[in-house]
């Protein structure tokens, strides 16, 4: 039995760990990927391929925590189905941009899109989760629909730090609560996201086994993010993202 656990790669235990804990970022707030794509570039792989390795553990985390929210009888289909169609096409067109995009050029991209990601994790205005009156029909759906299209296109680019942007746009316009919020975050990213991760499978740039150790971990964090409502901590856990993507952008720009 020792044997065997000393023959399992050290970054597959890592992995898990690491999908644990961006699970449960990933469906409270959103910023995981600001973590997880570095550390798979780290890890050796070509920037293609950790963004369409990456793919698994969020459709993973999307899924899991949809699951979730569906046991707690929270829904807001038909809503999130026309937006996260919109944003499926969008995703199409971003997974080729990235692919086409040379490893340097990528990099430094990412390191741009970190830094601009953590003003927004700093300075975003604050979410209040009382009872609002939702605005999901008529030209409200429309203007979403053509809204979530664009978000779609950057999250097949890249995706991080894309639940911040969707859930400021689906409390400040179409006036959700934050429950109901991070219910139609996570579907509308698990569509889109699917149309990413096959774009990047037929242009084989995709590495399981990462992929796979990484999809365990947000599984169990994301199932347990979206039916436990817990903000305990979630100052150090902000403090603690934005220094780590900080130290991580730096390292992407310069070496």
């Known amino acids: 039995m020792l044997d065997f656990l000393s023959q399992i790669p050290w970054e597959y235990p890592l992995l898990i760990i690491v999908g644990l804990?961006?699970?449960?970022?990933?469906?409270?707030?959103?910023?995981?990927?600001?973590?997880?794509?570095?550390?798979?570039?780290?890890?050796?792989?070509?920037?293609?391929?950790?963004?369409?390795?990456?793919?698994?553990?969020?459709?993973?985390?999307?899924?899991?925590?949809?699951?979730?929210?569906?046991?707690?009888?929270?829904?807001?289909?038909?809503?999130?189905?026309?937006?996260?169609?919109?944003?499926?096409?969008?995703s199409v067109i971003?997974?080729?941009?990235?692919?086409?995009?040379?490893?340097?050029?990528?990099?430094?991209?990412?390191?741009?899109?970190?830094?601009?990601?953590?003003?927004?994790?700093?300075?975003?205005?604050?979410?209040?989760?009382?009872?609002?009156?939702?605005?999901?029909?008529?030209?409200h759906l429309r203007l979403s629909c053509i809204v979530f299209f664009f978000i779609g296109v950057y999250g097949g680019f890249v995706n991080a730090g894309i639940g911040f942007i969707i859930m400021l746009f689906l409390h400040f316009y179409n006036r959700m609560n934050l429950i109901r919020v991070n219910a139609t975050k996570v579907v509308i990213v698990l569509v889109y996201t699917l149309g990413a991760f096959l774009t990047f499978v037929f242009n084989d740039l995709v590495n399981y086994p990462y992929g796979i150790c990484l999809a365990t971990g947000t599984i169990i964090g994301g199932w347990n993010a979206s039916r436990y409502s817990v903000k305990k901590g979630e100052k150090i856990i902000k403090l603690f993202l934005v220094i780590s993507v900080i130290i991580i952008s730096f390292k992407l720009w310069f070496f």
């Open 21 to 90: 804990v961006v699970g449960f970022v990933n469906t409270m707030a959103g910023g995981g990927s600001l973590l997880t794509l570095p550390i798979l570039i780290f890890l050796g792989l070509p920037s293609a391929v950790a963004n369409g390795t990456n793919r698994i553990a969020i459709m993973m985390t999307a899924f899991s925590a949809n699951m979730g929210f569906k046991s707690k009888g929270i829904s807001t289909f038909p809503f999130s189905a026309y937006t996260g169609s919109c944003a499926l096409i969008g």
């Open 94 to 139: 971003g997974a080729h941009i990235a692919i086409d995009l040379n490893d340097e050029a990528f990099k430094k991209t990412l390191s741009i899109i970190i830094i601009l990601v953590i003003l927004i994790i700093v300075f975003k205005p604050k979410i209040y989760s009382d009872k609002l009156s939702v605005r999901l029909t008529g030209k």
